[in-house]
C-alpha cells in the first residue's frame, strides 16, 4: 500500500479525508504486506475512489519502490 505521500504523489489533488479512506479500506480488506497490493484490484476500491483514480493509484503500485513505501501507513492505521 502507498503512505499519504505516495498516494499524494499520484493523485495530487486528493483531499485528506479521501486518503485516510483509502488507507482504511485497505486495512479492511486486508493488505497486511507491501506484496499484499499486488492482489488490491479496482472494485476492492470502488468504495472509496472513482474508477480513474483507482487505475493510476494500482498502475503505481504495481512499481515495486512503491508498494513497499506504503507499508508504513498501514502499521499507523493498524495500531491506532
Known sequence: ???????????????????????????????????????????????VMRPIQARKLLAAWSQPDQSQTGMNAIKIISKS
Open 1 to 47: 500500500m502507498a503512505s499519504a505521500d505516495d498516494i499524494r504523489a499520484v493523485l495530487p489533488n486528493i483531499s485528506e479525508d479521501s486518503i485516510a479512506q483509502i488507507l482504511t479500506r485497505l486495512v479492511d480488506i486486508g493488505v497486511e504486506s507491501s506484496q499484499d497490493l499486488q492482489h488490491v484490484t479496482e472494485e476492492d476500491l470502488s468504495a
